[in-house]
Protein backbone atom coordinates (compact mmCIF):
# COMPACT_ATOMS: atom_id res chain seq x y z
CA UNK A 1 0.00 0.00 0.00
CA UNK A 2 1.52 3.12 -1.50
CA UNK A 3 2.00 6.42 1.82
CA UNK A 4 -0.24 8.95 0.69
CA UNK A 5 1.74 12.10 1.16
CA UNK A 6 0.27 15.01 3.33
CA UNK A 7 -0.71 19.00 2.38
CA UNK A 8 -2.36 21.51 4.44
CA UNK A 9 -5.84 20.08 3.96
CA UNK A 10 -4.70 17.52 6.67
CA UNK A 11 -4.26 20.23 8.96
CA UNK A 12 -6.53 20.75 11.86
CA UNK A 13 -6.66 23.99 14.20
CA UNK A 14 -8.51 23.58 17.64
CA UNK A 15 -11.27 27.10 17.60
CA UNK A 16 -11.21 29.06 20.14
CA UNK A 17 -13.03 28.53 23.31
CA UNK A 18 -14.28 32.27 23.07
CA UNK A 19 -14.79 31.97 19.63
CA UNK A 20 -12.97 32.05 16.06
CA UNK A 21 -11.64 35.39 16.58
CA UNK A 22 -10.06 36.47 19.49
CA UNK A 23 -11.80 39.76 21.03
CA UNK A 24 -9.34 42.42 21.18
CA UNK A 25 -8.42 44.78 24.41
CA UNK A 26 -8.68 47.83 23.05
CA UNK A 27 -11.95 50.27 22.94
CA UNK A 28 -13.16 52.69 21.03
CA UNK A 29 -11.82 56.10 22.23
CA UNK A 30 -15.98 57.13 21.55
CA UNK A 31 -14.98 60.73 20.62
CA UNK A 32 -17.72 61.21 19.22
CA UNK A 33 -19.93 60.99 22.03
CA UNK A 34 -22.54 63.12 23.39
CA UNK A 35 -23.03 64.36 26.52
CA UNK A 36 -26.21 63.61 28.86
CA UNK A 37 -27.73 63.05 32.19
CA UNK A 38 -29.62 60.37 33.45
CA UNK A 39 -33.22 60.81 34.63
CA UNK A 40 -34.98 57.52 35.31
CA UNK A 41 -33.36 53.90 35.57
CA UNK A 42 -36.27 51.04 34.84
CA UNK A 43 -34.10 47.11 35.25
CA UNK A 44 -31.25 47.81 33.03
CA UNK A 45 -32.93 50.61 31.11
CA UNK A 46 -31.93 54.07 31.77
CA UNK A 47 -34.04 57.66 30.40
CA UNK A 48 -31.11 60.00 29.59
CA UNK A 49 -31.86 63.57 28.83
CA UNK A 50 -29.13 65.20 26.18
CA UNK A 51 -26.93 68.01 27.37
CA UNK A 52 -25.06 68.76 23.84
CA UNK A 53 -26.62 68.60 20.65
CA UNK A 54 -26.39 65.89 18.67
CA UNK A 55 -28.88 64.07 15.81
CA UNK A 56 -31.26 65.68 17.73
CA UNK A 57 -31.11 69.28 19.96
CA UNK A 58 -30.29 69.34 23.49
CA UNK A 59 -33.73 68.21 25.76
CA UNK A 60 -34.22 65.31 23.55
CA UNK A 61 -35.02 62.16 26.09
CA UNK A 62 -33.66 58.96 24.67
CA UNK A 63 -33.62 55.63 26.28
CA UNK A 64 -29.93 53.62 26.62
CA UNK A 65 -28.31 50.74 27.61
CA UNK A 66 -25.21 50.45 29.14
CA UNK A 67 -22.04 49.23 27.09
CA UNK A 68 -19.65 46.40 27.75
CA UNK A 69 -17.17 49.26 28.47
CA UNK A 70 -18.58 50.83 31.85
CA UNK A 71 -18.81 47.12 33.09
CA UNK A 72 -19.90 46.99 36.57
CA UNK A 73 -19.93 50.70 37.33
CA UNK A 74 -23.99 51.51 38.88
CA UNK A 75 -25.32 54.54 37.20
CA UNK A 76 -27.76 56.57 39.22
CA UNK A 77 -30.15 59.36 38.14
CA UNK A 78 -28.00 62.66 38.22
CA UNK A 79 -25.14 60.84 36.85
CA UNK A 80 -23.34 62.34 33.81
CA UNK A 81 -23.04 60.37 31.27
CA UNK A 82 -21.70 60.08 27.48
CA UNK A 83 -24.16 58.01 24.70
CA UNK A 84 -23.04 56.82 21.24
CA UNK A 85 -25.19 55.21 18.77
CA UNK A 86 -28.98 56.42 17.73
CA UNK A 87 -29.60 59.90 19.47
CA UNK A 88 -32.26 61.15 17.37
CA UNK A 89 -34.68 60.43 20.47
CA UNK A 90 -37.16 58.36 17.80
CA UNK A 91 -39.20 56.02 18.66
CA UNK A 92 -38.30 52.75 19.35
CA UNK A 93 -34.75 53.77 19.24
CA UNK A 94 -31.89 52.57 21.37
CA UNK A 95 -28.61 54.63 22.23
CA UNK A 96 -25.59 53.21 24.40
CA UNK A 97 -24.06 54.93 27.20
CA UNK A 98 -19.95 54.14 27.14
CA UNK A 99 -18.81 56.70 29.59
CA UNK A 100 -20.08 58.03 33.12
CA UNK A 101 -18.22 61.63 33.93
CA UNK A 102 -16.97 62.43 37.83
CA UNK A 103 -19.51 63.12 39.83
CA UNK A 104 -19.95 66.03 41.98
CA UNK A 105 -21.61 65.28 44.69
CA UNK A 106 -23.38 61.61 46.11
CA UNK A 107 -26.27 61.46 48.40
CA UNK A 108 -25.52 58.24 49.84
CA UNK A 109 -27.62 55.70 52.39
CA UNK A 110 -27.04 52.32 54.40
CA UNK A 111 -29.99 50.16 54.78
CA UNK A 112 -28.92 50.25 58.52
CA UNK A 113 -26.03 51.49 61.09
CA UNK A 114 -24.25 47.76 60.61
CA UNK A 115 -24.69 47.51 56.84
CA UNK A 116 -20.92 48.28 55.12
CA UNK A 117 -23.41 48.33 51.28
CA UNK A 118 -23.49 51.89 50.48
CA UNK A 119 -26.25 52.50 47.80
CA UNK A 120 -26.09 56.21 45.48
CA UNK A 121 -29.64 58.03 45.56
CA UNK A 122 -28.84 60.56 43.65
CA UNK A 123 -25.42 62.02 41.82
CA UNK A 124 -24.53 65.67 40.96
CA UNK A 125 -27.26 67.11 43.49
CA UNK A 126 -26.98 70.65 45.04
CA UNK A 127 -29.28 70.52 47.66
CA UNK A 128 -31.83 68.08 49.60
CA UNK A 129 -35.09 68.86 51.07
CA UNK A 130 -36.03 66.74 53.47
CA UNK A 131 -40.37 66.81 53.36
CA UNK A 132 -41.96 66.16 56.58
CA UNK A 133 -45.41 66.58 57.62
CA UNK A 134 -46.36 68.33 60.59
CA UNK A 135 -49.16 65.94 61.54
CA UNK A 136 -51.00 63.13 60.17
CA UNK A 137 -47.91 61.44 60.00
CA UNK A 138 -46.30 62.90 63.13
CA UNK A 139 -42.75 64.70 62.16
CA UNK A 140 -39.54 62.41 63.26
CA UNK A 141 -36.81 64.56 64.66
CA UNK A 142 -34.07 61.44 64.60
CA UNK A 143 -35.17 61.09 60.69
CA UNK A 144 -34.64 64.66 59.86
CA UNK A 145 -31.54 64.74 61.84
CA UNK A 146 -30.12 61.51 59.72
CA UNK A 147 -30.88 62.75 56.46
CA UNK A 148 -29.14 66.21 57.60
CA UNK A 149 -26.12 63.98 58.22
CA UNK A 150 -25.80 62.36 54.96
CA UNK A 151 -26.46 66.22 53.35
CA UNK A 152 -23.50 67.81 54.97
CA UNK A 153 -21.45 64.79 54.85
CA UNK A 154 -22.13 64.84 50.60
CA UNK A 155 -21.61 68.69 50.61
CA UNK A 156 -25.43 69.61 49.77
CA UNK A 157 -27.16 72.70 51.38
CA UNK A 158 -30.37 71.44 53.33
CA UNK A 159 -34.06 72.27 53.10
CA UNK A 160 -36.54 71.24 55.35
CA UNK A 161 -39.90 71.59 53.66
CA UNK A 162 -42.77 71.12 56.18
CA UNK A 163 -46.08 70.30 54.68
CA UNK A 164 -49.99 70.00 56.13
CA UNK A 165 -49.10 73.43 57.84
CA UNK A 166 -52.76 73.52 58.82
CA UNK A 167 -52.35 70.82 60.94
CA UNK A 168 -49.67 71.41 63.16
CA UNK A 169 -46.99 74.33 64.80
CA UNK A 170 -43.78 74.93 63.12
CA UNK A 171 -42.16 76.77 66.26
CA UNK A 172 -40.35 73.67 67.85
CA UNK A 173 -38.63 73.11 64.47
CA UNK A 174 -37.86 76.14 63.48
CA UNK A 175 -36.06 76.60 67.23
CA UNK A 176 -34.36 73.17 66.83
CA UNK A 177 -33.08 73.18 62.55
CA UNK A 178 -32.70 77.41 61.46
CA UNK A 179 -29.87 77.38 64.02
CA UNK A 180 -27.89 74.82 62.02
CA UNK A 181 -28.43 77.41 58.88
CA UNK A 182 -31.05 75.31 57.24
CA UNK A 183 -34.24 76.59 55.47
CA UNK A 184 -37.62 75.95 56.74
CA UNK A 185 -40.41 76.10 53.76
CA UNK A 186 -44.13 75.36 55.51
CA UNK A 187 -46.91 74.90 53.08
CA UNK A 188 -50.01 73.26 52.91
CA UNK A 189 -50.04 70.55 51.03
CA UNK A 190 -53.19 68.81 51.32
CA UNK A 191 -54.16 69.06 47.47
CA UNK A 192 -52.42 70.77 44.06
CA UNK A 193 -55.28 73.94 43.95
CA UNK A 194 -54.08 75.36 47.48
CA UNK A 195 -50.63 74.92 46.80
CA UNK A 196 -50.49 77.35 43.95
CA UNK A 197 -51.74 80.14 45.95
CA UNK A 198 -50.09 79.36 48.83
CA UNK A 199 -47.50 81.35 49.99
CA UNK A 200 -44.87 79.20 51.39
CA UNK A 201 -45.09 77.07 48.13
CA UNK A 202 -44.19 80.14 46.12
CA UNK A 203 -41.09 80.58 48.63
CA UNK A 204 -40.46 76.82 47.96
CA UNK A 205 -40.48 77.25 44.38
CA UNK A 206 -38.02 80.50 44.23
CA UNK A 207 -35.84 78.65 46.77
CA UNK A 208 -35.47 75.50 44.01
CA UNK A 209 -34.40 77.86 40.93
CA UNK A 210 -31.16 77.23 39.70
CA UNK A 211 -30.92 74.07 41.89
CA UNK A 212 -30.63 70.34 41.43
CA UNK A 213 -32.57 69.91 44.56
CA UNK A 214 -33.20 66.03 45.87
CA UNK A 215 -36.42 65.33 47.51
CA UNK A 216 -36.78 62.73 50.78
CA UNK A 217 -38.98 61.91 52.94
CA UNK A 218 -41.65 59.46 54.50
CA UNK A 219 -44.35 57.87 52.42
CA UNK A 220 -47.74 60.26 53.00
CA UNK A 221 -46.07 63.52 53.85
CA UNK A 222 -46.92 65.18 50.60
CA UNK A 223 -44.04 64.57 48.32
CA UNK A 224 -45.56 63.70 45.46
CA UNK A 225 -47.95 66.69 45.61
CA UNK A 226 -45.57 69.14 45.76
CA UNK A 227 -43.92 67.47 42.89
CA UNK A 228 -47.57 68.11 41.23
CA UNK A 229 -47.87 71.37 41.93
CA UNK A 230 -44.15 72.13 40.58
CA UNK A 231 -44.38 69.96 37.78
CA UNK A 232 -47.64 69.89 36.63
CA UNK A 233 -47.35 67.17 34.08
CA UNK A 234 -45.09 65.20 36.24
CA UNK A 235 -48.27 63.08 37.39
CA UNK A 236 -47.43 61.40 40.44
CA UNK A 237 -49.62 59.74 42.51
CA UNK A 238 -51.08 60.43 45.53
CA UNK A 239 -51.21 58.30 48.56
CA UNK A 240 -53.25 58.47 52.14
CA UNK A 241 -52.10 57.90 55.34
CA UNK A 242 -52.89 54.28 57.41
CA UNK A 243 -55.34 56.09 60.08
CA UNK A 244 -54.12 52.79 62.03
CA UNK A 245 -50.02 52.71 61.84
CA UNK A 246 -49.72 56.72 60.81
CA UNK A 247 -47.81 55.16 57.99
CA UNK A 248 -48.30 56.59 53.99
CA UNK A 249 -48.42 53.60 51.30
CA UNK A 250 -45.75 53.80 49.20
CA UNK A 251 -47.06 56.15 45.62
CA UNK A 252 -43.59 56.36 44.20
CA UNK A 253 -41.44 53.17 43.45
CA UNK A 254 -39.08 54.96 41.22
CA UNK A 255 -36.95 57.85 41.98
CA UNK A 256 -37.07 60.39 38.42
CA UNK A 257 -35.60 63.57 37.70
CA UNK A 258 -38.19 66.35 36.01
CA UNK A 259 -36.72 69.78 35.28
CA UNK A 260 -38.56 72.82 36.29
CA UNK A 261 -39.99 76.21 34.22
CA UNK A 262 -37.98 78.47 36.28
CA UNK A 263 -34.65 77.09 36.12
CA UNK A 264 -33.17 73.77 37.76
CA UNK A 265 -34.22 70.27 38.27
CA UNK A 266 -35.98 68.04 40.92
CA UNK A 267 -35.58 64.31 42.02
CA UNK A 268 -38.77 62.85 43.06
CA UNK A 269 -37.72 59.74 45.17
CA UNK A 270 -39.60 56.90 46.90
CA UNK A 271 -40.51 57.35 50.33
CA UNK A 272 -38.43 56.01 53.04
CA UNK A 273 -38.51 54.05 56.52
CA UNK A 274 -34.97 54.41 57.54
CA UNK A 275 -31.85 55.95 56.51
CA UNK A 276 -28.51 54.52 57.72
CA UNK A 277 -25.06 56.44 58.30
CA UNK A 278 -22.90 53.97 58.31
CA UNK A 279 -20.82 55.21 55.91
CA UNK A 280 -20.36 58.76 57.44
CA UNK A 281 -17.37 59.79 58.91
CA UNK A 282 -18.07 61.94 62.04
CA UNK A 283 -15.29 64.23 61.88
CA UNK A 284 -16.22 64.82 58.20
CA UNK A 285 -19.77 66.24 59.58
CA UNK A 286 -18.22 68.75 61.98
CA UNK A 287 -15.91 69.92 59.14
CA UNK A 288 -18.74 70.52 57.71
CA UNK A 289 -19.95 73.49 60.33
CA UNK A 290 -16.54 75.66 59.71
CA UNK A 291 -16.95 77.93 62.74
CA UNK A 292 -17.75 75.09 65.11
CA UNK A 293 -14.61 72.75 63.52
CA UNK A 294 -12.33 75.42 63.87
CA UNK A 295 -12.80 76.46 67.46
CA UNK A 296 -13.00 72.36 68.42
CA UNK A 297 -9.63 72.17 65.96
CA UNK A 298 -8.51 74.89 68.72
CA UNK A 299 -9.70 74.64 71.65
CA UNK A 300 -10.91 70.68 72.13
CA UNK A 301 -8.34 67.92 73.47
CA UNK A 302 -7.12 65.16 70.63
CA UNK A 303 -9.83 62.72 70.14
CA UNK A 304 -12.54 64.89 71.82
CA UNK A 305 -16.05 63.25 70.67
CA UNK A 306 -17.47 66.28 71.51
CA UNK A 307 -20.33 65.12 73.60
CA UNK A 308 -20.16 67.15 76.72
CA UNK A 309 -18.17 69.46 78.76
CA UNK A 310 -17.67 66.80 81.22
CA UNK A 311 -16.51 64.49 78.68
CA UNK A 312 -13.90 67.38 78.04
CA UNK A 313 -15.19 69.48 75.31
CA UNK A 314 -14.48 73.03 75.24
CA UNK A 315 -17.67 73.89 72.51
CA UNK A 316 -19.62 75.03 75.64
CA UNK A 317 -17.02 77.32 76.75
CA UNK A 318 -16.43 78.92 73.02
CA UNK A 319 -20.32 79.34 72.80
CA UNK A 320 -19.95 81.21 76.22
CA UNK A 321 -23.20 83.72 76.52
CA UNK A 322 -24.09 83.42 72.81
CA UNK A 323 -27.53 82.08 72.59
CA UNK A 324 -26.99 81.31 68.93
CA UNK A 325 -23.60 79.55 69.18
CA UNK A 326 -25.31 77.22 71.93
CA UNK A 327 -28.01 76.43 69.52
CA UNK A 328 -25.82 75.10 66.96
CA UNK A 329 -23.78 73.03 69.65
CA UNK A 330 -26.51 71.18 70.52
CA UNK A 331 -28.17 70.75 67.76
CA UNK A 332 -24.36 69.40 66.37
CA UNK A 333 -24.47 67.07 69.38
CA UNK A 334 -28.21 65.94 68.44
CA UNK A 335 -26.81 65.18 65.26
CA UNK A 336 -23.05 63.36 66.37
CA UNK A 337 -25.67 61.45 69.10
CA UNK A 338 -28.23 60.74 65.67
CA UNK A 339 -25.21 59.08 64.23
CA UNK A 340 -23.37 57.19 66.63
CA UNK A 341 -26.74 55.51 68.23
CA UNK A 342 -26.40 52.71 65.50
CA UNK A 343 -30.15 53.05 65.54
CA UNK A 344 -32.74 52.94 62.70
CA UNK A 345 -35.57 55.40 61.75
Given at each position: ?????????????????????????????H????L?????????????????????????????????????????????????????????T????????????????????????????????????????????????????????????????AL????????????????????????????D?????S????????????????????????????????????????G??????N?????????????V?????????????P????????????????????????????????????????????????????????A?????????A?RA?????
Amino acid sequence: MARREYDESDARVRPSRRGSRPRSKIRPSHSDATLAVVTAVDRGRYTVELLEDADAPAGTVLTAVKARELGRRGLVIGDRVSVVGDTSGAEGTLSRLVRREERATELRRTADDTDAAERVIVANADSLAIVTALADPEPNPRMIDRCLVAAFDAGMEALLVLTKADLGSADALRAVYEPLGVTVVETDARTAGSLLGDEGFGLLRERLVGHDTVLVGYSGVGKSTLVNALVPDAGRAVGHVNDVTGRGRHTSTSAVRYALADGGHIVDTPGVRSFGLAHVDPDHFVAAFPDVAEAAAELCPRGCGHESAEAGCELDAWAGDDPTRHARVDSIRRLLASRAAGEQY
